[in-house]
């Protein structure tokens, strides 16, 4: 069965400093893609970035970054140099590749990131 | 103008009420969703939506009864709920149900339902 563990519920951190969220996956299927979405206090969940599971490349977008280890089922994301802007629940999501998928993303429990001034 | 408008923000809704949700999209996209979130539980997805046809009920109850009149207008009728269905309820969209090979969900700010 498919599943997405994000095993830090809460992380609280000082402004400026470094701060990697876990994700874990577990699925059969040799073509997914794996999700990372941001839910400010607003309620909106707000698309960071997808990545397939042919492609292992990490990705880096500004302060962000991405690590996917296929050996280990992880979707690790690391945001450098924190800032208050950044609090939100970030949560971790897992979507079959195959033609029969109608849009069911299998979502993480979330962490809720607290960077303090 | 928001991709994904959800109305209303909020609402509070006697078991005994009749309501409805409203999500209106302005992405030109063809699929729609309804995710549930609950406190302390991933999101759940509640139904999908393709070209104006359910293409997904994922085991909801029939208390909760969608409506996708068009391609930009997905609503959720709600009717006898009981306290466990509080919840914020988010309606998303996409360009197709294909899997997100080139877009991914597009979520609106979603509706805060209690149920009293």
């Known amino acids: 069965a498919q599943k997405v563990t994000q095993a830090q519920t809460e992380i609280s951190v000082v402004e400026k400093e470094d701060v990697t969220l876990d994700c874990v996956y577990e699925?059969?299927?040799?073509?997914?893609?794996l999700f990372w979405y941001k839910q400010p206090p607003s309620g909106e969940l707000v698309f960071l970035i997808r990545r397939n599971s042919f492609d292992e490349q990490n990705e880096i977008s500004g302060r962000y970054s991405w690590n996917f280890q296929k050996s280990t089922s992880s979707f690790n994301f690391t945001i450098t140099a924190s800032q208050v802007v950044d609090s939100a629940v970030y949560f971790c999501a897992l979507s079959e590749g195959g033609s029969s998928n109608t849009g069911k993303l299998i979502f993480g429990q979330g962490t809720t990131l607290q960077v303090k001034p | 103008e928001t991709g994904v408008t959800q109305t209303p923000r909020h609402l509070v809704m006697g078991m005994t009420n009749k309501k409805s949700l409203k999500c209106e999209q302005h992405l030109g996209h063809n699929a729609m969703y309804w995710y549930k979130q609950s406190a302390k539980k991933p999101l759940e997805l509640m139904f999908v939506?393709?070209?104006?046809?359910?293409?997904e009920n994922n085991s909801v109850p029939s208390r909760f009864s969608p409506e996708c009149p068009n391609s930009s207008h997905l609503f959720l009728h709600l009717h006898t709920l009981q306290p466990e269905d509080s919840a914020l309820y988010l309606c998303?969209?996409?360009?197709?149900?294909?899997?997100?090979?080139?877009?991914?969900?597009?979520f609106g700010n979603g509706t805060r339902l209690t149920v009293t």
């Open positions: 998303a969209s996409s360009p197709s149900t294909e899997p997100f090979r080139d877009s991914p969900l597009h």
């Open positions: 699925t059969r299927d040799t073509t997914y893609y």
């Open positions: 939506y393709s070209l104006e046809e359910r293409v």
